[in-house]
Nanobody
Framework: QVQLVESGGGLVQAGGSLRLSCAAS????????MGWFRQAPGKEREFVGS???????YYADSVKGRFTISRDNSKNTVYLRMNSLKPEDTAVYYC????????????????????WGQGTQVTVSS
């Protein structure tokens, strides 16, 4: 049984930083795609970033230059480093994983993923 467990969320002031972690168990995703999405109250879930294989990354325009996604395959874990946080970054952040990781894969769509975590709350105060 695959499980994705997010951690690292919390309350931070605008301009601050957080690092989210997502630990996967039950399957190894080292050659697949892992991504982060978020959902703010009253809004649709949206793409934040993805990492395909070990090094190819994609980001939403709203977080580009502020957020960095990385992975540690030895721990089957993906991270989301969030810097210069803004109040509009407040949301529940979800980790997602897929075994697919072809060179043309981007992981920007929710349908790209087979497994989802339960989410972790990030609140940025102004």
């Amino acid at each position: 049984q695959v499980q994705l467990v997010e951690s690292g969320g919390g309350l931070v002031q605008a301009g601050g930083s957080l690092r989210l972690s997502c630990a996967a168990s039950g399957r190894t995703f080292s050659t697949g795609t892992m991504g982060w999405f978020r959902q703010a109250p009253g809004k649709e879930r949206e793409f934040v970033g993805s990492i395909v294989g070990s090094t190819i990354t994609y980001y939403a325009d709203s977080v580009k230059g502020r957020f960095t996604i990385s992975r540690d395959n030895s721990k089957n874990t993906v991270y989301l480093r969030m810097n210069s946080l803004k109040p509009e970054d407040t949301a529940v952040y979800y980790c997602a994983a897929s075994l697919r990781g072809a060179s043309w894969y981007t992981g920007v769509a929710q349908a790209d993923y087979d497994y989802w975590g339960q989410g972790t709350q990030v609140t940025v105060s102004s």
